[in-house]
């Protein structure tokens, strides 16, 4: 049974430029949320997808954009990225309306702006 | 909104011995969940233990458990029998509990244990 998967591991981009990342949910799952983690920080909740839409949002700007494919698999996108947006950035798969069942996270994808 | 606190960035405890995480929280909700995640090198994201807000006993999980002062907003990590493999970054999670919704996390700042020989 595989479990999350994100792509790319690692990256790096320049500032400015517009990035993308992706996800794969755990097998029968059909939310995706994905979560910041800065250096030395813990996680922040971005967004959440279910049923290709966005269901809820973090304090983040506009700039953070997403996409959940019939599939369930999923997209982050970051335009016009910034020295901040470096960070790694989580992406976690569940069941909508499965109270507090567990959510399963990937390894991750590491993004460096320069 | 909810707040999450662990006031110890790095912790170190010798094999084989005992050691407690510390967190706190501010919530007013009265329906929630907490949990503890494990974070080593391997950067994924592991639940070590979950605790329902409206159970008094606290949870246990083999070596792990934890002591859950609901009225004090405390959620402490207890590790027995400290083991190599425990060496990772800890963190202390909530998450408020919402039917028909998928609800999120939200994260302390993590505290760094060191398992040495």
């Known amino acids: 049974d595989a479990g999350v998967t994100q792509s790319p591991t690692h990256l790096i981009k320049t500032r400015g430029q517009q990035v993308t990342l992706r996800c794969s949910p755990k097998?029968?799952?059909?939310?995706v949320s994905w979560y910041q983690q800065a250096l030395g920080q813990g996680p922040q909740f971005i967004f959440q997808?279910?049923?290709?839409?966005?269901?809820q949002r973090g304090n983040f700007p506009d700039r953070f954009s997403g996409h959940q494919f019939p599939n369930y698999s999923s997209e982050l996108n970051v335009n016009a990225l910034l020295l901040g947006d470096s960070a790694l950035y989580l992406c976690?798969?569940?069941?909508f309306g499965g109270g507090a069942g567990e959510l399963f996270f990937g390894e991750g994808s590491r993004l460096t702006v320069l | 909104a909810q707040t999450v606190t662990q006031s110890q960035p790095e912790m170190s405890v010798q094999e084989a011995e005992t050691v407690t995480l510390s967190c706190t929280y501010d919530?007013?909700?009265?329906?929630?969940?907490l949990f503890w995640y494990k974070q080593p090198p391997s950067r994924q994201m592991i639940l070590v233990i979950r605790?329902?807000?409206?159970?008094?006993q606290n949870a246990t999980e083999n070596r792990f458990s934890v002591n859950f002062q609901k009225a004090a907003k405390s959620f402490s990590l207890k590790i027995s029998d400290s083991q190599l493999g425990d060496t990772a970054m800890y963190f202390c999670?909530?998450?408020?509990?919402?039917?028909?919704?998928?609800?999120?996390?939200?994260f302390g700042t993590g505290t760094r244990l060191q398992v040495t020989l």
């Open positions: 976690a798969s569940s069941l």
């Open positions: 097998s029968g799952h059909d939310t």
């Open positions: 997808y279910y049923e290709e839409e966005e269901r």
């Open positions: 919530t007013s909700e009265s329906n929630y969940y």
């Open positions: 605790q329902e807000a409206y159970k008094q």
């Open positions: 999670a909530f998450m408020k509990l919402a039917t028909g919704t998928a609800s999120k996390l939200t």
